[in-house]
């Protein structure tokens, strides 16, 4: 380390360093060195960035649409980029029961912001298996279901993945080709090896089933297999329910371990319990399996980062110490996770009239969605765009995969400011009657341009 003398600095700024130091190390018992400073990388004095070496990441293939967006001034800008629901007017919503949730938590004076268990919420723990597996699910009366709240979603898949990792022989997660782009990253960063199986046929728009078929038959006894439980993302195409039935017993019978993502319940078809079904089929025969559960879509609460993670196991007691080892994952990451999302979710769950009110709003925002599938497809229709939407009404869920290139995206981003991820896919619920025209025109416009 080198000793620099900044009394002696022809250089304003160390002048006045150098000034600084003199006066911090005039008294006896001063810390500080005197007369010198050593200077280190770090230091903050000298020389340049320690990060300095480091390159631009790039923004993220979803969120960063909206960092684009929101940097476009013009008026007629469409944002249907993320996954987040809109209304009519184009404006995000807060449910109804969850205000009403929220006024009940404020109303109540004895609630303090202590720290949660490492588990989180234990009511909201219970309500959140039941809301999934089922009111009567035979798993939750055996108690071998172990339920932790996580930070949303994503949170949830994290600590399933990071305990798989420690934990579970095989060390391989299969997801779906094409995911939510975000599958990878997060699996990888768990530490498991990360592979795909065939899902989507591009020249039909549906499901390949047979390639999906072959390709779990073909993974290695054990391995995880990630599954979108409902309206998956970003294609928009799940399996009928005998399909689920082949995939269930195919993949119970080679020990392959169910990961569910339920990222959507309740708004691909708008009912809670039909969405649920192909995990309740899977809990149904005894096996064990995990779900990942976000309630970022269905009640709204995309911020809060509220979700839950229940590993299905086949006895209580390994379920109490599958818990404990969770709790050990959990702690070094986040601690404990936070109350406020939780304790909404809980009072709506708890409350028969609340519950009642979400299912209601609920299907409200399925249907919106359905409608703005039947209006850009009309929409198509009567400007005789050529090729075959009839994929739009067919598809299930938020999204709609629509077939555009990233070369189309990026036109109709430039020339008709509508924005959404180069895959094609457009967020539904981020349109409107009153904008399904000017995304028309873009698509139309896009298709019949001579490239
Ligand atoms: N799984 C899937 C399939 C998914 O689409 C999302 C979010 C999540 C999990 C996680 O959501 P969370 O907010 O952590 O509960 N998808 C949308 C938002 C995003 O990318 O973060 C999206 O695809 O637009």
Same mark, same amino acid.
């Given at each position: 380390?080198?000793?620099?003398?900044?009394?002696?600095?022809?250089?304003?700024?160390?002048?006045?360093?150098?000034?600084?130091?003199?006066?911090?190390?005039?008294?006896?018992?001063?810390?500080?060195?005197? @007369?010198?400073?050593?200077?280190?990388?770090?230091?903050?004095?000298?020389?340049?960035?320690?990060?300095?070496?480091?390159?631009?990441?790039?923004?993220?293939?979803?969120?960063?649409?909206?960092?684009?967006?929101?940097?476009?001034?013009?008026?007629?800008?469409?944002?249907?980029?993320?996954?987040?629901?809109?209304?009519?007017?184009?404006?995000?919503?807060?449910?109804?029961?969850?205000?009403?949730?929220?006024?009940?938590?404020?109303?109540?004076?004895?609630?303090?912001?202590?720290?949660?268990?490492?588990?989180?919420?234990?009511?909201?723990?219970?309500?959140?298996?039941?809301?999934?597996?089922?009111?009567?699910?035979?798993?939750? !009366?055996?108690?071998?279901?172990?339920?932790?709240?996580?930070?949303?979603?994503?949170?949830?898949?994290? %600590?399933?993945?990071?305990?798989?990792?420690?934990?579970?022989?095989?060390?391989?997660?299969?997801?779906?080709?094409?995911?939510?782009?975000?599958?990878?990253?997060?699996?990888?960063?768990?530490?498991?090896?990360?592979?795909?199986?065939?899902?989507?046929?591009?020249?039909? !728009?549906?499901?390949?089933?047979?390639?999906?078929?072959?390709?779990?038959?073909?993974?290695?006894?054990?391995?995880?297999?990630?599954?979108?439980?409902?309206?998956?993302?970003?294609?928009?195409?799940?399996?009928?329910?005998?399909?689920?039935?082949?995939?269930?017993?195919?993949?119970?019978?080679?020990?392959?371990?169910?990961?569910?993502?339920?990222?959507?319940?309740?708004?691909? @078809?708008?009912?809670?319990?039909?969405?649920?079904?192909? +995990?309740?089929?899977?809990?149904?025969?005894?096996?064990?399996?995990?779900?990942?559960?976000?309630?970022?879509?269905?009640?709204?609460?995309?911020?809060?980062?509220?979700?839950?993670? @229940?590993?299905?196991?086949?006895?209580?007691? %390994?379920?109490?110490? %599958?818990?404990?080892?969770?709790?050990?994952?959990?702690?070094?990451?986040?601690?404990?996770?936070?109350?406020?999302?939780?304790? +909404?979710?809980?009072? +709506?769950?708890?409350?028969?009239?609340?519950?009642?009110?979400?299912?209601?709003?609920?299907?409200?925002?399925?249907?919106?969605? +359905?409608?703005?599938?039947?209006?850009?497809?009309?929409?198509?229709?009567?400007?005789?765009?050529?090729?075959?939407?009839?994929?739009?009404?067919?598809?299930?869920?938020?999204?709609?995969?629509?077939?555009?290139?990233?070369?189309?995206?990026?036109?109709?981003?430039?020339?008709?400011?509508?924005?959404?991820?180069?895959?094609?896919?457009?967020?539904?619920?981020?349109? @409107?009657?009153?904008?399904?025209?000017?995304?028309?025109?873009?698509?139309?416009?896009?298709?019949?341009?001579? %490239?």
């Amino acid at each position: 380390m080198k000793t620099i003398d900044f009394s002696s600095s022809s250089s304003p700024s160390d002048r006045r360093i150098g000034a600084l130091l003199r006066h911090l190390t005039s008294g006896a018992d001063s810390p500080i060195a005197k @007369s010198s400073v050593l200077a280190s990388p770090t230091s903050g004095v000298t020389g340049g960035s320690v990060f300095a070496h480091l390159v631009q990441a790039p923004e993220d293939p979803i969120l960063g649409v909206t960092v684009a967006y929101n940097k476009d001034p013009s008026p007629i800008k469409l944002n249907l980029g993320v996954g987040a629901y809109r209304t009519e007017e184009g404006k995000p919503l807060v449910l109804n029961v969850v205000r009403k949730a929220e006024q009940q938590l404020i109303n109540d004076r004895s609630r303090i912001k202590e720290y949660l268990p490492i588990v989180g919420l234990v009511e909201f723990n219970k309500l959140s298996a039941k809301l999934i597996l089922g009111d009567d699910s035979p798993a939750i !009366r055996e108690n071998r279901v172990t339920t932790v709240e996580c930070l949303s979603g994503t949170g949830s898949l994290r %600590v399933g993945g990071e305990f798989l990792a420690k934990h579970y022989h095989q060390k391989t997660i299969y997801i779906t080709q094409p995911t939510w782009g975000n599958h990878p990253k997060i699996f990888t960063l768990a530490g498991l090896t990360v592979k795909t199986y065939r899902y989507y046929d591009p020249s039909t !728009r549906g499901l390949n089933f047979q390639g999906l078929l072959e390709d779990l038959g073909a993974a290695p006894p054990g391995s995880i297999v990630l599954l979108h439980a409902c309206a998956h993302n970003p294609t928009g195409v799940d399996p009928t329910i005998q399909q689920w039935e082949q995939i269930r017993k195919l993949m119970r019978s080679k020990g392959l371990m169910p990961f569910f993502d339920s990222a959507y319940q309740g708004f691909a @078809s708008g009912s809670l319990d039909t969405d649920a079904k192909p +995990i309740r089929m899977f809990v149904a025969d005894g096996g064990e399996c995990l779900v990942a559960q976000s309630y970022a879509k269905n009640m709204g609460l995309y911020g809060e980062r509220v979700g839950a993670l @229940s590993i299905v196991c086949k006895s209580a007691d %390994v379920a109490g110490k %599958v818990e404990s080892q969770l709790k050990l994952v959990i702690r070094p990451m986040y601690s404990s996770p936070p109350i406020h999302g939780a304790s +909404i979710v809980a009072v +709506i769950l708890r409350d028969k009239n609340l519950f009642h009110e979400w299912t209601l709003e609920l299907k409200a925002m399925a249907d919106r969605i +359905i409608s703005m599938r039947k209006q850009l497809f009309e929409a198509l229709r009567a400007r005789g765009t050529p090729g075959d939407w009839t994929h739009i009404i067919k598809q299930i869920g938020m999204f709609t995969f629509t077939g555009l290139n990233p070369a189309q995206v990026s036109f109709m981003t430039k020339e008709y400011h509508i924005y959404m991820t180069s895959d094609g896919r457009i967020s539904m619920a981020g349109l @409107s009657s009153k904008t399904v025209p000017h995304l028309a025109d873009a698509i139309h416009a896009v298709v019949t341009k001579a %490239v």
